[in-house]
């Protein structure tokens, strides 16, 4: 799972705003500490999408340092990022990849854009069309 750490500061006006320091564009705030890491979330997603529209690399998650939090990215979203990063690594660009899929361009736009909710058999479908497998793991809840 993709966790990233935050740090959690309060603001002059009582709210808890959110850094992330593996991903300096990801800024946010919350009226309370739970509601703060749930816009973390959005936050990340938010610049990690800037990321894959510039064909930036996708930063990996460093260890928490004393006193931060970890958010937890969703699993749809860890999906399409290592799809992303698989992509890059192989140098294959989007119109490549619509070619191996026999779709169009824009239906490759929507598997790598992290706000849209794709379908899994579409994933595993390129993935596939790029030598690799998708795969799950469950594990304990922290």
Not at 27 to 47: P, R, W
Not at 68 to 93: C, D, F, H, N, W
Not at 115 to 136: D, N, V
């Amino acid at each position: 799972m993709m966790r990233y750490p935050v740090k959690l500061s309060k603001d002059t006006n009582d709210t808890i705003l959110v850094d992330v320091p593996d991903i300096p564009e990801a800024h946010t705030f919350g009226e309370d500490e739970s509601e703060a890491l749930m816009q973390a979330v959005d936050a990340i997603e938010s610049a990690l999408s800037m990321y894959v529209d510039d064909r930036r690399e996708i930063p990996a998650p460093s260890g928490p340092k004393r006193g931060m939090k970890l958010v937890t990215l969703p699993a749809l979203t860890e999906a399409k990022l290592a799809l992303y990063s698989a992509m890059r690594a192989q140098k294959i660009g989007k119109a490549e990849l619509a070619r191996r899929l026999n779709c169009h361009l824009p239906q490759v736009d929507r598997l790598l854009d992290l706000l849209h909710s794709s379908r899994l058999e579409q994933l595993e479908a390129a993935f596939r069309a790029i030598g690799k497998r998708l795969t799950i793991a469950v594990e304990e809840a922290a």
